[in-house]
């Protein structure tokens, strides 16, 4: 019966003895959790954000804002192409500094094409026509640069090779520059702001060139005309900046007029002097009359009023008869590329433009220009 009770009560039958029961769990410190297989935080182990996710969440943020601030942009690009489009139609560009800025009318192009853009995407019609518009002015200006003339003359016209070059204050060596002409061999050369410093020290080609208007001056004002045959006539124009001294050479049974340029440069405050200068031009080629050549620097591009007014009576620029309107000579020598186009080779009707080119002269901030031209027989 005591066996009995004993086992009811959960003793040992043998020693009589109730097994211990186990006790409640006390509070403790807390146990570390079995970690899972990828580590204490799993979430650390999820993929970071691309950064093309995070730029479309930063858009998505901040979707008006950039919309606003496109549209500003927007219209900001189209008022200063719009700007110099005007300019160059009403020919503002006597006035600084809008001469300095229609310098640059080409690259209105990427501008509005940018400005297009970003209209488009800023959901702006209005902007991206405005835009449109003025692109189709700015092609419709350009196209005619890339077109070259009829094929070259045939091989039996009498030739002419003329070389224009900027000699910055006389800076370019002396040995650079004979080594180049000896390289080119033109039979009219063109040398803007030479120096007496700088002529003293070209023999050789006072040698070659015994036929010569030297205005060699310090500073930017010194010009001189080189050729190789006696010339018929000579002179010069007063411009505001040197004196333009000019040849007529007997070429083909005509009389070829060779007109060295430089002209003032249209900074602030000589903005009027450069478009006398260009004027001067003007009318000095209107009242030739036969074969004409103006080679050197004219401080203007085919986007400047005065400029295209001279080739109104008639010239050609060279470089567009070759379709190669988009040329920059200025400023050369330095890290980045020319930006404008300042030196040119013009000619009349009784030329054709075989080839022209452009070099880079040690010293100077221009590149130099070699044409070559055919002059058509008189009959």
Avoid: K
Wanted: proline share 9%; with cysteine.
């Amino acid at each position: 019966m005591d066996e009995a009770r004993q086992r009811a009560e959960g003793a040992s039958p043998a020693t009589g003895t109730v097994p211990a029961q186990p006790a409640e769990t006390e509070p403790g410190p807390e146990r570390d959790l079995p970690e899972s297989p990828h580590g204490r935080e799993p979430w650390r182990d999820l993929p970071e954000p691309t950064l093309r996710s995070r730029l479309r969440s930063w858009r998505l943020a901040n979707a008006t804002r950039i919309r606003a601030a496109s549209g500003v942009l927007t219209w900001l690009l189209i008022a200063a192409c719009a700007l110099l489009v005007l300019a160059r139609l009403a020919g503002w560009d006597a006035v600084s500094p809008l001469a300095q800025l229609v310098a640059f009318t080409p690259y209105a192009v990427p501008v509005l094409l940018l400005a297009a853009w970003l209209g488009a995407l800023a959901g702006r019609r209005l902007a991206a026509a405005v835009a449109g518009v003025l692109l189709v002015v700015q092609v419709a200006w350009l196209v005619p640069r890339f077109t070259a003339e009829e094929p070259p003359a045939s091989p039996g016209a009498a030739r002419l090779r003329v070389l224009a070059v900027n000699l910055r204050l006389g800076q370019v060596p002396a040995g650079d520059l004979v080594r180049f002409v000896r390289e080119q061999r033109p039979d009219v050369l063109a040398l803007v702001e030479i120096t007496p410093e700088l002529e003293a020290r070209l023999g050789e080609l006072r040698a070659r060139y015994p036929y010569r208007i030297s205005r060699a001056e310090p500073g930017a004002s010194g010009m001189a005309l080189y050729v190789r045959q006696r010339p018929a006539g000579q002179g010069e124009l007063p411009g505001r900046l040197a004196a333009m001294p000019y040849m007529d050479l007997a070429v083909a049974g005509r009389v070829v007029r060779v007109q060295a340029v430089h002209t003032m440069p249209p900074l602030p405050s000589t903005v009027a002097a450069w478009r006398a200068d260009l004027d001067l031009l003007r009318d000095a080629a209107a009242r030739t009359r036969g074969p004409e050549i103006l080679l050197g620097d004219f401080n203007a591009t085919v986007d400047h009023g005065g400029f295209r007014a001279l080739l109104g009576t008639g010239m050609r620029d060279a470089h567009d008869a070759r379709g190669r309107g988009l040329v920059r000579t200025y400023p050369a020598g330095e890290p980045y590329p020319p930006l404008v186009h300042l030196d040119h080779v013009l000619v009349s009707p009784e030329f054709q433009v075989m080839d022209v080119r452009e070099y880079d002269l040690p010293g100077s901030d221009h590149r130099a220009v070699v044409a070559d031209l055919a002059v058509l027989s008189a009959t």
